[in-house]
């Protein structure tokens, strides 16, 4: 006579405890993937909202443009003004900020309007718009955050140039 046997399918306990570590690892790095994508993504998203925002902008709005001597100009802090109370007796303008900033879970942005006005009337001659995203990056704890701006340094400071017209003679 014959016994019959019956054949268990699946792991034993022993086989799950040995492989059950292998499938944690293999999970964390699935949602550790998961996560960058995201991330990367999130920040794709809002570079190019940031982008958009500063098209809408226009740059540089110049108001009024100032005569100045070729020494004058040349005697003036190169474009970097400050806000008024910090001005030199010799700069003609001076700066004034408003910040607004938002937050979008582990992104900021922030838009901030740069306005020069003349130091003898505080009329506007002229003012831009700095549009930022900061942060967004998969938290490691290690790594700096990433930022996105716009406009460029270099179109900001031409047109802080752009002011200012030069008499010859």
């Known amino acids: 006579m014959r016994a019959n046997h019956?054949?268990?399918k699946g792991r034993?306990?022993?086989g799950w405890i040995v492989v059950s570590p292998f499938i944690l690892v293999a999970l964390a790095i699935v949602?550790?993937?998961i996560g960058v994508i995201f991330c990367e993504a999130n920040k794709a998203y809002w570079d190019y909202r940031v982008s958009e925002i500063c098209k809408s902008d226009g740059g540089m709005e110049i108001f009024e443009h100032i005569l100045v001597s070729r020494e004058g100009f040349l005697q003036m802090s190169k474009g970097n003004f400050k806000p008024k109370k910090y001005s030199r007796?010799?700069?003609?303008l001076y700066t004034q900020r408003n910040n607004t900033a938002k937050r979008h879970n582990l992104i900021r942005i922030t838009r901030t309007e740069v306005r020069f006005l003349r130091i003898s009337d505080d009329k506007l001659i002229a003012r831009y718009f700095h549009n930022a995203r900061m942060g967004g990056d998969?938290?490691?704890g290690i790594a700096h955050g990433s930022s996105f701006s716009?406009?460029?340094p270099n179109a900001v400071l031409q047109?802080?140039?752009n002011i200012f017209v030069i008499m010859e003679g």
């Open 31 to 33: 949602l550790i993937i």
């Open 159 to 161: 047109g802080r140039k």
């Open 89 to 92: 007796p010799n700069e003609i």
């Open 6 to 8: 019956v054949r268990v």
């Open 138 to 140: 998969f938290p490691t």
């Open 150 to 152: 716009c406009p460029e």
């Open 12 to 14: 034993s306990f022993l």
